[in-house]
């Protein structure tokens, strides 16, 4: 009775239309199907033209999405707003991984340099290299000749680390500084609950203590 | 400067059909802006096919999905699979409130019966009142004298009590044996952890030893 029950519920039960709709939820980062379904119900419960909008909206936005032809940040100019800003400093420019890290960056105030977006990091695990990153595109920014110094930015883990090396070596025979944001302990945190490694670097790289004061 | 670069920020940095999408993430239950702008980075590497196949799902699920017509669960035929075969038992009818109850409830293999879903559940906090779900229909069936027993299978909370108390009313003055899913502590759970209240339902409306062994 139970295998009977199992197999109408797959076969009879359940609509194409709602399975490929789950699916696609599904492949979102972090959407397991249970969401995926609770998501499906939920637009299920829209009129068709709020539907429509939601659909609509993000193949309208991978349609005409266009990227900055200097830094690869998102854009709706040939440059984007950072790139073309005479407020900004274009000898310094801040590698990232991508458009979030900007945004990122951006709201710490910090930082009054440009960007260059890699799209991605190097991960043969996801089969990503250097080809599948602007890695070219950084280089010839840095043989143009105004940039002083990069400030490498990626996550502090063993492909950012890999990927730091390799745009190190393209770059090093240029007369540009290369430098990589600090690792050290989390403002707030408490010395018992870091990690060893990062606790080493944070001694090893100790700055003087006026940099610690936030001003 | 830190104003400058808030404002700097909201308006020349991020495009508005990025804000579109992110948006329309951002509405679905559980989603906030974080995860919304997470999904729609993830969109951004796909190939225009693909977020092409991705936003069209959803748009041809909604354009196209039909529901029975005499339980309104979701189907591709006039009567969906459950009501039409001849296998189940159609004298009775298991209330539930979406399509997401009848596939936990077929799940079980316990029930044999027939659906009707509702569509929501009275929440006036919601806007949801008894128009807006299928409780005519329901009633329609009843009138019809086929079925000998109505099984509520609401959520046990307020406005499962409301709706379950809504139908009964609606429901008493015909010849049809009304009843709900038992209240009680959850299998494998321990007493100590069980509400006060589930606990003294659970002793009101004890059932004999035989019951409670799984079959």
């Known amino acids: 009775m139970l295998m009977v029950y199992s197999y109408f519920w797959r076969m009879n039960f359940s609509s194409k239309l709602i ?15 249970k969401t995926a379904y609770r998501f ?17 909206s993000f193949i309208k936005l991978r349609e005409q999405i266009k990227y900055c032809e200097n830094c690869h940040n998102i854009s709706e100019t040939q440059l984007c707003g ?11 420019v801040c590698v990232v991984e991508d458009i979030r890290d900007v945004i990122a960056i951006e ?6 340099g440009h960007y260059h977006v890699l799209g991605g990091i190097i991960s043969p695990m996801d089969g990503i290299g250097p080809a599948e990153l602007n890695v070219e595109t950084l280089v010839n920014r ?7 110094e990069i400030v490498m930015a990626l996550s502090a883990n063993m492909e950012g680390d ?3 090396f390799y745009i190190f070596k393209k770059l090093k025979d240029f ?12 403002v707030g945190s408490e010395l018992e609950y870091t990690d060893e490694v990062t606790l080493g670097r944070s001694i090893v790289n100790r700055v003087p203590y006026e940099n610690s004061l936030v001003r």
């Open 19 to 33: 399975e490929q709709a789950v699916d696609e939820f599904a492949a979102l980062p972090g959407i397991g199907r």
């Open 175 to 186: 007369d540009v500084k290369i430098s990589t944001i600090a690792r050290g302990v989390a």
């Open 142 to 148: 840095v043989k143009r000749g105004d940039i002083k």
């Open 162 to 164: 890999t990927t730091n």
């Open 82 to 92: 950072i790139c073309s800003s005479h407020s900004r400093d274009g000898s310094l």
């Open 107 to 112: 709201n710490t105030a910090q930082f009054k």
């Open 40 to 56: 499906v119900l939920y637009l299920l419960k829209k009129d068709e033209e709020e539907v429509r909008k939601f659909g609509n």
